[in-house]
């Protein structure tokens, strides 16, 4: 767990008080604590502004790391779930006899149930509350992937995916939307990235794991490992509180009070008194903005650049990374075992990229970190393209850096895309930018597969090149530098 200096938020931006209806109860009460140093007094006197600025003086605590163990199993398992298709992949070819299209097919399928989830979890989340959500989507991913281990046909395995899909592709924005939401703006970069590590981690764990497990034990044991989640439908909602930022903006503000102090119970020392919290009861008084404010004039530049920064990283990862095995081994003529080890090569260098991202974000800023890796993701491509015809390990090694400069822009899209929207649509905005991650999985694997079967890689590598420079330009005219910021702050 991070260790914070106190830091002292400038008052600026506007609010965003949601219009949703409430429809269901999300109960804190019982993580309150007699230990708490709270100093708001009784639910009944508590702001929105007194909530904010509690949350600002708290440095990270035991909750914090709770909250980020649990939410990052399901993370982790994400990850581990997504990419678990690019380690059994050569064997199911074999076992169905697969053709392009249908290969093509099962990689991109999942994609679909993901393009929903996208948008259907966030929107959940931004009326029954962030654990809600999360708890529901982990269970999907988690009973799904036990399913996919039993699958008897590829029909079966690819109807089972694309349901999982659901899941997998809910959980990410709206987990990343709550660590966002209950951590305070200094060190908030390098706290939720810290975090979402976990994501690379569970894609290298898969890579790695299936590059073991796979050859020895078949394909089915990747999928019921892929199946811990569920353990989340269960517990999530009982030992971790839910965003005292939500409670709050939604009005709930005794059960606010509530969620917060089971943080404020964990402090390791006293916390300050809250002292004048005006300057952030300033911060919410603003406009209520709704999900079409999305796209307002307030709002379009900061949603484009998030778009394109999410389709990017759609595009390479699903379009390269599930593909490398089978290029290894069917384009360079690899033994398994040597293509599933390069394949995991690549996602190594992808944890070291996000680890190196989470140092340094709050010093450099989101915006450099995102442009910088993304072009330089860019120039490894290129140099794939070019020296395509060398040899395995040369061209391996281009794509795992390319994987690694990826990663650090895509870790950074979890603490960039939450900050940039107010707390009534954070979910939402956060879920869109998913849903065009989502979409560009959906073609991207079949833009490779027209490319690498016929035989052209240098095509297809300078193609994917174009993508990440596309990406660069567009967040570095239309993003704004968020660190620091308290996220009150940062709505306009």
């Known amino acids: 767990m991070l260790t914070q200096r106190q830091d002292t938020a400038s008052p600026g931006a506007q609010m965003a008080a949601s219009a949703s209806i409430v429809t269901a109860a999300e109960g804190a009460a019982g993580f309150a604590d007699s230990r708490s ?176 497990l796979v050859p020895h034990y078949g394909w089915e044991v990747m999928y019921f490992l892929g199946g811990v989640p569920l353990v989340l439908f269960f517990i999530l909602r009982r030992v971790v509180p839910e965003s005292p930022r939500w409670l709050a903006e939604k009005g709930r503000m005794e059960e606010a009070d509530s969620a917060l102090r089971a943080f404020e119970a964990r402090a390791r020392t006293p916390l300050p008194p809250v002292g004048d919290t005006s300057a952030f009861d300033a911060m919410t008084h603003h406009p209520r903005r709704r999900v079409r404010d999305l796209v307002s004039k307030a709002y379009i530049g900061r949603t484009l650049a998030v778009w394109m920064l999410w389709a990017t990283c759609g595009f390479i990862q699903y379009g390269l990374s599930t593909w490398l095995p089978t290029v290894y081994k069917t384009v360079y003529h690899a033994p398994l075992q040597l293509a599933l080890n390069l394949a995991a090569g690549a996602s190594v260098l992808g944890v070291v990229g996000s680890l190196v991202c989470a140092m340094i974000v709050d010093k450099v800023g989101r915006k450099p970190v995102i442009n910088v890796s993304f072009l330089l993701c860019a120039l490894s491509l290129v140099l794939a393209g070019v020296f395509h015809a060398s040899n395995v390990y040369v061209v391996a090694t281009l794509c795992a850096l390319a994987m690694g400069f990826l990663a650090s822009g895509f870790i950074t899209a979890y603490v960039y895309t939450p900050e940039l929207y107010p707390t009534s649509v954070r979910a939402m905005g956060c879920g869109l930018g998913g849903a065009w991650l989502k979409l560009a999985a959906i073609f991207a694997p079949s833009l490779i597969a027209s490319t690498i079967g016929s035989g052209d890689l240098s095509g297809a590598f300078l193609s994917l090149a174009a993508v990440p420079f596309l990406a660069a330009i567009t967040v570095h005219f239309l993003g704004i530098e968020t660190k620091g910021q308290v996220l009150e702050e940062l709505e306009v």
């Open 37 to 212: 140093t709270s100093a708001a007094g009784s639910a009944g006197g508590v702001t929105r502004g007194n909530i904010i600025a509690r949350i600002e003086r708290m440095p990270g605590n035991a909750m914090h790391i709770r909250a980020r163990l649990l939410i990052g199993l399901a993370t982790f398992f994400d990850g581990f779930d997504v990419i678990a298709i690019a380690a059994t992949l050569p064997l199911l070819i074999a076992k169905w006899s697969l053709t392009p299209g249908q290969i093509g097919f099962l990689i991109a399928a999942p994609s679909v149930g993901q393009l929903v989830g996208a948008l259907v979890f966030p929107a959940l989340a931004e009326r029954f509350g962030r654990l809600r959500s999360i708890g529901w989507s982990a269970g999907i991913i988690g009973l799904m992937s036990i399913a996919c281990g039993f699958a008897p046909s590829f029909e079966i395995f690819a109807v089972l995916r694309i349901v999982q899909g659901l899941g997998l592709g809910g959980e990410l924005p709206v987990a990343a939307t709550y660590i966002n939401e209950v951590t305070r703006a200094h060190g908030r970069g390098r706290f939720v990235l810290l975090y979402e590590v976990v994501f690379p981690i569970g894609l290298m764990v898969s890579n790695g794991v299936g590059a073991w």
